[in-house]
């Protein structure tokens, strides 16, 4: 299966690089220039292992995603439900780790395309496609994480402030 990863050095505590990673709803739509809307499922609050997201992007494609691991501040692992119908299968990754005074943020997808007729073709061409978007979004993150009033509200909504 094809995979596409992109990093960043983060000024960011592994803790306040990975909450700011999961963030969800309005407060995603201010960083991530993918996603058009994205909410918890299933009466979800808070992410953990087991919940469901459902993510739009702005170019109007609807995905359900679940997650499969989550342990911050170190990393998070979501799979795809249900979504494109060019995806067989999904899935995304973060990893944090401590790095000189910093956060070393790791973002991956995982990916196959259908059907079975075009999948080399499509595969490659998703590569290039998805490359290009991590990118796009670590470095939104990367510059997110840089904001001081985006980390501040960030660190209130935490507090409950």
Do not use: H
């Not at 990975?18 to 918890?40: C, E, M, N, V, Y």
């Not at 992410?47 to 691991?69: D, F, H, N, P, Q």
């Not at 973060?94 to 259908?114: I, L």
């Not at 978007?133 to 509200?153: G, M, Q, S, T, Y």
Request: glycine content about 10%; overall charge positive.
């Amino acid at each position: 299966m094809p995979q596409v990863r992109a990093e960043r050095f983060i000024r960011l505590d592994p803790e306040t690089a990975f909450a700011l990673s999961q963030t969800t709803g309005a407060f995603r739509l201010k960083w991530d220039p993918f996603i058009s809307a994205q909410a918890f499922m299933d009466g979800a609050k808070a992410a953990g292992k087991g919940v469901r997201t459902r993510t739009v992007s702005r170019m109007g494609l609807k995905m359900v995603s679940e997650y499969v691991s989550y342990t911050p501040p170190r990393n998070v692992g979501m799979t795809m439900v249900s979504g494109p119908w060019f995806f067989d299968n999904f899935g995304g990754g973060w990893r944090f780790t401590p790095d000189d005074g910093g956060t070393r943020a790791v973002w991956k997808y995982t990916f196959s395309c259908r059907p079975a007729f075009l999948k080399p073709v499509a595969e490659r061409i998703g590569s290039w496609l998805l490359g290009r978007e991590i990118e796009r979004r670590i470095e939104a993150f990367a510059r997110a994480c840089e904001d001081p009033a985006l980390v501040a509200e960030l660190k209130a909504q935490a507090s409950g402030g």
